[in-house]
C-alpha cells in the first residue's frame, strides 16, 4: 500500500512509526539517516522504519523507453561486447567451448548483478568489474541448475501424467520463471528458487502487474528470437554469430533490469526497503540540526500546537540569539496569536534584526503595537535606538523616528550616542518638517557632547544649511590633502 506523508499529502512517505502511525517524508525528517535506515519518531522518539522509494517509484511500464536503453550504457556494451566478440576468434574447438561456457558464467554474474543493483536502487548500470571481480560466479551455474531442474520437471509431468497436464505443468513453470530468477538473485538459494511457497508469495505480493511483467517478456522473447532467427537464416554466420550474441546479451540485460526493477518498485510489499541511489543532486548526509527545527515548527503548526511552536523558537534563540530566520518565524507567530508581550520580550532582537535586514515596514509596525499595549515604551539601548530612528527616517518614517529619539539625553546621560542621535533629530525637524530653528537649536546641543573631529565638521556644516534653510545633507567627501 502507498501512503503519503502525514503534514505533506503531496509528498511521498519515506518513514512511518508504528507506535504513532504517523507517516513522514523526508521533509518532516531531515535528521534521519536513510543509509543506515535509521530515524526517530519525532512524537514518541521510537526507532521509526524505513521505507525508501516504494511511495514514489513509478510504475515500471512507465520506463520502458529506460529500460530498453539500459543495455547502452558504457559498461554493460563492454561486458556485451567482450562475450560477443571473444568467441568469434576462438573457433569451434575445446578451447572455444570452454571459453564459451566461462563467458556465459561471466554474463549470467553481471546479470544477476544488474538485479540486485536495481533493486538497491540503482538505475544506472552497475560497473564493468562486477562481471570479473570477486564471488559471486557461482550464481551462473545454480542458474543453470534452476533450469534444468525446470526442464525435468516438465519432462516428468508429461511421462508420469501425460501430455495435457505435462503441458499445463510446463505453462505453469514459464510463468514461475521470473519470479525464480528474482528469488535466486534475491537468496542465493537453488532450493528458494525451485520452492513453489516463495514463488507463489512473491507473485501474490507483487500481484497483477506480476503478469503484466509477464506479458512484457514474452512478447520480448518472441521478438528477440525472430531478429536471432532472421540474422541466422539470412546472414553470413560470421556476422550472424555475433549479432545473435549481441541481441541475446542485450535481451537478458533488459530481462534483468526489469526484473530488478519490479523488486525496486514493490519493496515494501516484499519486506525490504532501498532508495535512488544515482541522483547526483542528492542532500548532504549530514543531519542538520537548523533543519529538524524548521520541520518540528512545520508539523506542530499543522498540528495547531501554537505554544509548542513559541518554545521551540524561543530554545533556539538561545542557542543563536542573531538568528534571522528563527526571529522571523518568531515576529510572524507573535502577529499571527496576537502574542503582544512576547513582541515586548523580545523587541531587542526583532529590532537589531529589522535593522540589519531594512525591514521599516515590520518596525514601524512592531513598535506600534508595542505602544499600544505601553504608551511610553521606548528602547533600552541607546545605539539600538539611534540605528532604528536612522533606518525609519531614510524610509520616510519621520515621527516614529522622532520617537525613538525622544529625551534622549535623559534616559542616556552618560551614552556617546547623544550627539549622533541629535544630529539625525536635526535633520529629522529641518527636512522632514522644515523646522529650522529647531533643528539648529539640537545641532548645538549634539556640539557639546562630541570631541570628534568628524562630528563636529559635520554639525558646522548643517549649522551653516540650516542658517540658509536648506535641507541637512552631508557634506561631499574630499581627498584633498589637510593643511596643518
Not at 561456457?101 to 554474474?109: N, R, T, Y
Not at 525591514?359 to 511610553?376: C, F, G, I, N, S
Request: hydrophobic share 45%; charged share 20%.
Amino acid at each position: 500500500m502507498k501512503n503519503d506523508c502525514h503534514y505533506h499529502p503531496l509528498e511521498p512517505a519515506k518513514w512511518v512509526c508504528g507506535e504513532c502511525l504517523i507517516h513522514y517524508c523526508s521533509g518532516c525528517m531531515p535528521d534521519a539517516d536513510p543509509r543506515r535506515q535509521h530515524g526517530l519518531c519525532p512524537h514518541c522518539g521510537r526507532t521509526l522504519r524505513y521505507l525508501g522509494a516504494a511511495t514514489e517509484a513509478e510504475p515500471f511500464w512507465q520506463r520502458l523507453s529506460a529500460f530498453f536503453r539500459y543495455p547502452f550504457h558504457r559498461d554493460p556494451l563492454m561486458v556485451v561486447a567482450f562475450c560477443t566478440l571473444v568467441p568469434v576468434f576462438l573457433g569451434q574447438g575445446i578451447l572455444g567451448w570452454i571459453t564459451y561456457v566461462v563467458l556465459a558464467l561471466v554474463l549470467f554474474k553481471y546479470t544477476y548483478a544488474v538485479i540486485r543493483h536495481t533493486a538497491e536502487g540503482h538505475m544506472k548500470p552497475p560497473p564493468v568489474n562486477a562481471a570479473w571481480s570477486g564471488d559471486g560466479f557461482a550464481i551462473g551455474i545454480q542458474q543453470m541448475v534452476v533450469f534444468i531442474a525446470m526442464v525435468l520437471l516438465v519432462g516428468f509431468a508429461m511421462a508420469v501424467l501425460g501430455p495435457i497436464p505435462g503441458l499445463v505443468v510446463g505453462a505453469l513453470v514459464v510463468l514461475a520463471l521470473p519470479a525464480s530468477i528474482m528469488v535466486l538473485a534475491m537468496e542465493n538459494s537453488v532450493f528458494s528458487a525451485l520452492n513453489p511457497l516463495n514463488l507463489t508469495a512473491l507473485i501474490t505480493a507483487i500481484g497483477w502487474p506480476y503478469f503484466l511483467l509477464y506479458g512484457f517478456l514474452v512478447l520480448m522473447t518472441m521478438a528477440s528470437g525472430a531478429a536471432q532467427d532472421f540474422a541466422v537464416s539470412h546472414l553470413d554466420p560470421v556476422i550472424a554469430q555475433p549479432l545473435t550474441g549481441f541481441l541475446n546479451s542485450t535481451y537478458m540485460l533488459i530481462l534483468f533490469h526489469m526484473l530488478g526493477y519490479l523488486l525496486f518498485q514493490y519493496q515494501q510489499e516484499l519486506g525490504f526497503a532501498s532508495d535512488y541511489q544515482d541522483d547526483d543532486t542528492q542532500a548532504d548526509p549530514q543531519r542538520d540540526r537548523s533543519r529538524r527545527i524548521d520541520a518540528d515548527i512545520d508539523m506542530n503548526l499543522k498540528e495547531g500546537n501554537y505554544d509548542r511552536v513559541a518554545g521551540i523558537l524561543e530554545e533556539s534563540l538561545k542557542r543563536d540569539p542573531a538568528n534571522p530566520n528563527r526571529l522571523e518565524q518568531l515576529y510572524r507567530l507573535a502577529l499571527a496569536r496576537n502574542d503582544r508581550q512576547s513582541l515586548a520580550r523580545h523587541h531587542s532582537k526583532l529590532l537589531r534584526w529589522m535593522v540589519a535586514l531594512r525591514r521599516h515596514r515590520e518596525m514601524k509596525a512592531l513598535l506600534t503595537l508595542l505602544r499600544q499595549q505601553d504608551p511610553d515604551f521606548q528602547v533600552a539601548d541607546p545605539e539600538l535606538a539611534v540605528a532604528s530612528a536612522d533606518l525609519l527616517f531614510l524610509q520616510h518614517e519621520p515621527k516614529p523616528a522622532l520617537q525613538l529619539l525622544r529625551d534622549f539625553h535623559k534616559r542616556f546621560p552618560d551614552s556617546d550616542q547623544i550627539a549622533p542621535a541629535y544630529l539625525l533629530v536635526a535633520r529629522i525637524l529641518a527636512n522632514g518638517f522644515e523646522q529650522w530653528d529647531k533643528a539648529g537649536s539640537f545641532l548645538r546641543f549634539a556640539a557639546k557632547h562630541t570631541s570628534d573631529p568628524v562630528l563636529t565638521e559635520t554639525i558646522n556644516h548643517y549649522l551653516e544649511r540650516v542658517r540658509r534653510q536648506e535641507p541637512l545633507k552631508a557634506p561631499r567627501a574630499s581627498f584633498a590633502p589637510r593643511h596643518e
